[in-house]
C-alpha cells in the first residue's frame, strides 16, 4: 500500500510537471512584446528565480502575470485568504466528519457560485473545473487534471489530512449536484481526494 502511494504521488508531481510545460508552452498563442522597467534587484530575484525553477525569465514572468490576473487579483474580493496547513489541520482534527459535510454543504451553498462569478464571470461546468485547478495551483498542491472523451479525472494531493479531503469532496460535490451532475465519483485518502466525473458533449446533447 504504501509502495503504490509512492508510486501515485511520483506520478503526479511527474504530470504536474508536463502539464505546467503545456501551459508554458504559450508561442503558439497570438502574442505581442511590450516592456516594463524594473529595479535591478527584482530583475536579478526573477532571473535567479528562473534559474531555480529551470524556466527562462519570460516563462516565469508569465506565470506570475497569468497567476495574477486569473487569480490573486480578485482572490482578496472572493473571500480567500492565506491559512497554513497547519492551521487546517488543527481545526479539522476538532470537529466531527458530520459537521464537516455540513460546513462543506453550508460554504459551498453561501459562497461558491459567487466565487466562481467573480473570478470567472460564469458559473457552468468550465469555470468549476478551472477554480478547482487554480485553487490547486496557487496552494502549491501537486495535482493531475485529465480529460480522456467525457470522462474529467482530478487527483490533488494536498497533504493534510482525512477531513480536509472529506470536507473538499464535500465541497466539491454540492458543486457538481448545483451543475446537475449527479453521478460523480470520489475517492479519498489522508493526503488525496480523487474525483471522476462524466460531461456529455453538446453535440451529443
Known sequence: MCGSLLLLRKRIRYDLNIHQKKQDSFIHEKTRSISFRLPDEL????????RNNDVSPNVLVHRILERYTQWDSSAAKAGYIPVTKGLIFEL??????????????????KEFTDI??????????????????MRAKVSGFPYRYTVKGAIHSFVI????????SLYLASRYKSAFEE????????????????????????SNS
Open 43 to 50: 530583475i536579478e530575484e526573477i532571473q535567479t528565480e528562473a
Open 92 to 109: 479539522f482534527n476538532r470537529i466531527s466528519e458530520k459537521e464537516i459535510v455540513e460546513i462543506a454543504n453550508r460554504v459551498e451553498k
Open 116 to 133: 466562481v462569478l467573480l473570478l470567472r464571470n460564469k458559473f457552468d461546468i468550465e469555470s468549476v473545473l478551472d477554480i478547482i485547478e
Open 157 to 164: 494531493q494536498h497533504d493534510i489530512n482525512e477531513k480536509w
Open 179 to 202: 451543475l446537475g451532475l449527479t453521478n460523480v465519483k470520489f475517492k479519498t485518502t489522508a493526503n488525496t481526494i480523487l474525483f471522476d466525473l462524466y460531461i456529455e458533449s453538446s
